[in-house]
């Protein structure tokens, strides 16, 4: 009984924990692409949203991910070059990545 009730709750902390540090409310937005325009030109929310993917499906097989505005585009920019070895990514799944992840990173601090 008592080996139920940790189970159970494991699972209940598991639950709250991957929904609270979950990605998924970075999901990119219309202002994202805006600010994404002054870094690169003519970048859309498809392509963000395809970063945004990316990011989940790829950078999650190896580890927990880290919420994008956990760096700065500075430390983005020494860590993509690395894991995207790692994880042999072609070169759009690249730069669909690293846009997505600076232009949220600097979103976050915008709103600060």
């Known amino acids: 009984m008592a080996s139920t ?5 494991f699972f209940i902390s598991t639950s709250i924990l991957l929904v609270c540090c979950s990605p998924i409310s970075f999901k990119p937005t219309q202002d994202d692409v805006g600010l994404a325009n002054k870094k690169w030109t003519n ?9 945004f993917k990316f990011y989940t499906a790829k950078c999650s097989g190896c580890h927990f991910l880290p919420v994008p505005n956990e760096y700065s585009e500075k ?10 070895e790692k994880s042999k990514l ?7 990545i690293q846009k ?10 915008k709103k600060k």
């Not at 009730?5 to 709750?9: A, C, H, I, R, V």
């Not at 072609?90 to 669909?96: F, M, V």
């Not at 997505?100 to 601090?109: E, H, L």
């Open 75 to 84: 430390r983005w920019l020494m860590i993509l070059p690395e894991m995207s």
């Open 5 to 9: 009730n940790y189970n159970f709750l």
């Open 100 to 109: 997505y992840v600076i232009t949220k990173s600097y979103a976050f601090t």
């Open 43 to 51: 970048v859309t929310i498809e392509q963000l949203n395809a970063g």
């Open 90 to 96: 072609s070169h759009e799944e690249y730069d669909l």
